[in-house]
């Protein structure tokens, strides 16, 4: 089945910075990567997707890029924020069937 | 709409006892899905399914069982619970196939077995 790897799993940076968060995947079959944060004791939220038809996909600071020949696909968050502390989650699924990376926790410090 | 709702909130089994984990979305959603999230870990899938009816294995399903005989109810068994059935469960919905529709989460139900 497939296997996705995150990295790092804690990532600090300062306020005004960006943050890149990678992440590998073991099936060339896998056809959609989505971008989950979640707060602390909070359920996990989409903050951006994108499928494999499409290299890149740009939501005003975040950033997601695709490559499907490595297999591999990184979050880009600019001039980060407070608020953008998070545990930040990619996954990968084809059809129904997702799985998930283990996680990478984002501290912006001011 | 409430969106997808889970009861409870919080819970704590003894070994061996059995319970169920309620979910329910008033979205119209087709697709419904069951994760655990382990801490400090990324959610592994349980269960889904695909319509009244119809349900799937996922990644971790030992241990559990579903059904789903209505649109809106999605409720996860645990039968025997074990320590290693200590996690975060969440449910999910989605219009249809998730990789083409984004998955609304639930709240999620904390379980402790000891």
């Known amino acids: 089945g497939e296997n996705v790897e995150q990295h790092p799993s804690t990532l600090s940076v300062q306020e005004g910075d960006s943050a890149v968060i990678k992440c590998t995947y073991s099936d060339s079959a896998s056809n959609y990567f989505p971008w989950y944060k979640q707060e602390l004791g909070k359920r996990p939220q989409l903050i951006i997707d994108i499928r494999s038809n499409v290299g890149e996909k740009k939501d005003q600071r975040i950033a997601v890029t695709l490559n499907k020949t490595a297999k591999h696909f990184s979050l880009h968050i600019t001039e980060t924020q407070p608020e953008d502390s998070a545990v930040y989650f990619c996954?990968?699924?084809?059809?129904?069937?997702?799985?998930f990376g283990a996680g990478t926790r984002l501290t912006v410090k001011p | 709409n409430a969106g997808v709702t889970q009861t409870p909130k919080f819970r704590i089994l003894k070994i061996g006892q059995s319970m169920t984990l309620q979910c329910a979305q008033d979205m119209n959603h087709n697709y419904m899905y069951w994760y655990r999230q382990d801490p400090g870990m990324g959610l592994k899938l349980i269960y889904y399914s695909v319509g009244a009816g119809i349900t799937d294995k996922g990644e971790v399903p030992n241990g559990y069982n579903v059904s789903r005989s209505t649109t809106e109810d999605f409720p996860l068994r645990l039968e025997l619970a074990a320590p290693s059935q200590t996690s975060v469960y969440f449910c999910a919905s989605s219009y249809s196939d998730a990789a083409d529709y984004e998955q609304y989460f639930g709240p999620g139900t904390r379980l402790t077995v000891t």
């Open positions: 996954a990968a699924s084809r059809r129904s069937d997702m799985r």
